[in-house]
């Protein structure tokens, strides 16, 4: 078993144990020592003593130094003319990853600017991307391991480096105030804590900062001098296919009325005590109607009244998360209004519209910004919102298809791949452009 203690692969444990739970991380240990024990390597990048880590490009740069060839005399984006930017980052979480790096690709292809990305623990790879690259950006790193190493790659090319993230993951008062941290375990907490220095070290390192929400950036501006951009995240063509055929694909023709929750990581209890009771109260008055649990759920949690009406669904991938929502009459997306969930982007929402299901959101982060109340969805401001808005959709099954139908609208309209302000900041299309 020492074999598997290499740092590369505890810290991968310890990023799946913050994100998904203990339990979750040695169901995913397990399955990973069986692959090693059949001869398969899913996802690590093998070691060897002279290729591990932070001494990977040390040979070289002594090399090159001797030679007096370590200096790059002109940044390659004024001697090519070209943009070609290279997104090293954590890939470890597929919502994330899809948000925040894949559908990048897509956004920047469009105006003519390459994007390759790659895994900070895939160091050849890192590397090797970096060397071709006009524009360095970082996502969701923090200042350990090979992280270093590739920041100094990266100013010794002399590119621009940019800090991406999603999550208030550098703040201290924002872990220590938000509600969901109240059902983890208090060595998780105190590891959350621990870590968020490692990542204010790093976003402090590059050269600008862009966020996923105005929330966001709020809160990043009390941590860093460095110019905060906005960049949201949106439907790429893929979610909007994949939602298509999601609804192309439903095929509920039962009398029921379908209410889904959909939890991407532990902790959403606390936002889902927010309407509790009034969910409660909403399934009981008919027996026909159903709440849909999708992903992260501790059952205990959730009351034995409500637990009979309740259809569990666990994540998959994307594809059949989407097919799963499609067969929802509304989504619930509850958030209690701490500091956290105040930077939060919309990609519920997001997910929702794509498969044409109305929202009924909490006034919290980016959400009413996606969600129009009464148009597409119901922002709730009050506990009594929420019990008044599941009743109306569930009166007029209808009403509620055309709701989700606008929703759909919209997002294809207001929330793809497009250069407009409420998308992208411009001035972070002119950092890459000019």
Not at 359 to 365: E, L, R
Not at 391 to 409: C, S
């Amino acid at each position: 078993m020492i074999r598997y203690l290499r740092p590369s692969l505890v810290r991968q444990f310890l990023w799946v144990v913050r994100r998904d739970g203990v339990r979750t991380a040695l169901t995913r240990a397990c399955t990973y020592v069986m692959s090693r024990r059949r001869g398969v390597a899913p996802s690590d990048v093998p070691r060897t003593p002279n290729m591990g880590g932070d001494h990977y490009l040390s040979g070289i740069w002594r090399s090159l130094a001797r030679s007096d060839a370590f200096h790059v005399i002109a940044a390659p984006a004024y001697v090519t003319r070209r943009r070609s930017i290279a997104l090293i980052g954590d890939l470890n979480l597929p919502q994330c990853r899809k948000y925040r790096v894949e559908q990048l690709e897509e956004f920047w292809r469009l105006r003519d600017v390459e994007l390759r990305y790659a895994h900070h623990q895939d160091v050849p790879r890192a590397v090797q991307i970096l060397q071709d690259a006009t524009h360095l950006m970082c996502y969701r790193l923090s200042g350990c391991g090979d992280v270093p190493m590739l920041l100094y790659e990266a100013r010794r090319l002399r590119l621009p480096i940019l800090y991406d993230i999603d999550d208030p993951l550098f703040s201290i008062s924002a872990y220590e105030t938000y509600a969901n941290m109240t059902v983890l375990e208090p060595g998780l907490q105190a590891h959350f804590a621990a870590e968020a220095p490692r990542y204010l070290e790093t976003m402090n390192g590059c050269d600008a900062v862009s966020v996923s929400t105005p929330g966001l950036a709020d809160h990043a501006r009390l941590y860093t001098s460095r110019p905060v951009f906005v960049r949201r995240n949106f439907a790429d063509q893929a979610t909007l296919r994949a939602g298509q055929q999601a609804m192309q694909a439903s095929t509920d023709n039962e009398a029921a009325f379908r209410v889904a929750f959909a939890s991407g990581s532990q902790g959403h209890e606390a936002d889902f005590k927010i309407i509790e009771a009034e969910l409660t109260a909403f399934l009981a008055a008919d027996g026909n109607r159903r709440l849909m649990m999708l992903g992260h759920f501790e059952r205990r949690h959730l009351p034995t009244a409500i637990a009979r009406q309740t259809e569990w669904h666990s994540f998959t991938d994307y594809d059949t998360y989407l097919r799963t929502l499609a067969q929802a009459d509304c989504v619930v997306m509850p958030l209690v209004g701490d500091p956290f969930n105040r930077c939060k982007s919309a990609v519920r929402a997001i997910d929702a519209a794509a498969v044409g299901t109305p929202a009924i959101c909490s006034a919290v982060g980016d959400l009413p910004q996606v969600v129009r109340h009464d148009q597409t969805g119901f922002v709730a401001r009050s506990s009594r919102d929420w019990g008044g808005s599941l009743n109306t959709l569930a009166r007029d099954p209808g009403a509620a298809r055309a709701m989700g139908l606008r929703a759909r609208r919209n997002l294809e309209q207001h929330w793809s791949a497009q250069a407009a302000p409420h998308i992208v900041d411009p001035d972070l299309m002119d950092w890459v452009l000019a």
